[in-house]
């Protein structure tokens, strides 16, 4: 039996500010919200999204209207028609309602290698968020359309670092370091970004040397990275750049943390010289939330608990826990179990639920009790998916994600150092 609680509270903490408000509201009827300035209800509420960031016109009011059981149908009558001409992807952190019309279910670094395993499609629909569809888009065969079912689903995290700062950033750390190589060929620094970041930062590692990760592979790519440089400069998420870091025997004290509104990103000079991991003030709402008060409760009350969380969460919290591992590996943990277990569990609430339904052996909670969700992968509902498939079955592309021609040859150059730097086993 399973102990969960599916329900996304609607409730304030006492002396907390407005951004630590959850709703149900996104989950229902995200259109709603099509108009509205900022991510919408739920986990990054309270996180500025910039200026220019895509919005989604509103959705024609059949779509918003029909009942579950009609888009239902209308999903599926149009997959079949379609049949091998479209293919859709579907993140671990998606809907239920979404993952079951999904062809290749994963995280990012599986679903970026699906991208380029469906040559023939026509189409990918890739639901999940902005940055996942633009990588999709990098990799695809010339003349394949990739759709976002929602153009308002993108990520905050991915959002605190754009590319007119981290060239900013770049051009004060060439000044410090200079551009030559040591004596055994390493140049002064590596950036690396998370594969959490627009097409654009993508680009940029790839023409500087540089080389993307997911936190599948965070480790290997480090690794690749120290091969070539002194340094590395990790954006946008300092706590996955943190976390492998430390894991690697990086000392905390050699990763200043780099504020792109400050001169040197508030460090000093020697600081920086000494630095290994430069670490962008970034993060991931969903995964901030999780606290070590989380774990000592979860621990006092289901005294042997297993407590796997993402490396996402905050670095007291992947030190308090059992585990630290990408969704991936949170998955393979749980389905490797081979005795009646009970799992608290750090990352997105979609997945935690999911795995609490399909191993009902185990006993499966979500580490937050005040269950918030992702502001952005709740905007893909199935509304949003009918009106996109069948906008294709007629001949139209809808919400199709392009990445400058300019900018695609060297994201994918960063992009294919990612996919040949697999994490061991």
Request: hydrophobic share 40%; proline share 7%; with cysteine.
């Amino acid at each position: 039996m399973t102990s969960v609680d599916t329900t996304i509270q609607r409730i304030r903490l006492t002396g907390a500010p407005a951004d630590e408000l959850c709703t149900t509201d996104l989950v229902e009827a995200p259109w709603n919200f099509d108009t509205v300035p900022g991510y919408g209800p739920g986990s990054s509420m309270g996180d500025v999204i910039p200026v220019g960031s895509p919005r989604q016109g509103q959705l024609p009011a059949e779509y918003r209207t029909a009942s579950p059981e009609e888009l239902d149908r209308r999903i599926r009558a149009a997959k079949a028609e379609l049949g091998e001409r479209l293919v859709i992807l579907g993140h671990h952190y998606q809907r239920d309602e979404i993952i079951e019309y999904a062809d290749f279910v994963g995280d990012s670094f599986q679903l970026a290698n699906a991208a380029q395993t469906v040559p023939n499609a026509e189409a990918i629909v890739f639901c999940g968020v902005h940055f996942m569809a633009e990588t999709a888009d990098v990799l695809a065969r010339d003349g394949q359309a990739v759709i976002l079912p929602n153009l308002a689903a993108g990520c905050s995290m991915a959002d605190m670092a754009d590319i007119d700062s981290v060239t900013e950033c770049w051009e004060q750390l060439e000044a410090l370091y200079g551009t030559e190589p040591d004596a055994d060929g390493r140049v002064p620094v590596i950036p690396v970004t998370y594969m959490n970041s627009s097409a654009a930062l993508k680009g940029f590692c790839g023409a500087h040397g540089g080389i993307v990760c997911t936190s599948s592979n965070a480790k290997a790519v480090l690794e690749w990275a120290f091969e070539r440089g002194q340094r590395v400069l990790f954006f946008p998420d300092q706590h996955l750049g943190r976390n492998t870091a430390k894991a690697m025997g990086v000392p905390l004290e050699l990763m200043p943390l780099w504020n792109p509104l400050k001169p040197l990103g508030g460090n000093e000079e020697q600081h920086l010289h000494d630095a290994r991991v430069l670490l962008w003030h970034g993060f991931c709402s969903v995964h901030r939330r999780f606290t070590t008060a989380q774990i000592d409760q979860a621990r006092a009350e289901h005294p042997g608990v297993r407590v796997i969380v993402h490396p996402e969460c905050p670095q007291p919290v992947v030190d308090a826990a059992d585990e630290a591992g990408s969704t991936d590996y949170i998955l393979k943990a749980v389905a490797a179990a081979a005795e009646p277990t009970t799992f608290a569990i750090g990352t997105e609430i979609n997945m935690v639920t999911r795995l609490a339904a399909q191993y009902p052996q185990h006993t499966i909670f979500c580490l937050d009790p005040v269950i918030c969700p992702c502001s952005t992968m709740y905007r893909i509902h199935p509304g949003y998916l009918a009106w996109v498939l069948e906008a294709f079955v007629r001949g139209e592309v809808l919400n199709r994600i392009t990445v400058d021609e300019g900018v695609t040859a060297t994201a994918k150059l960063a992009l294919e150092r990612m996919l040949a730097a697999r994490p061991a086993g």
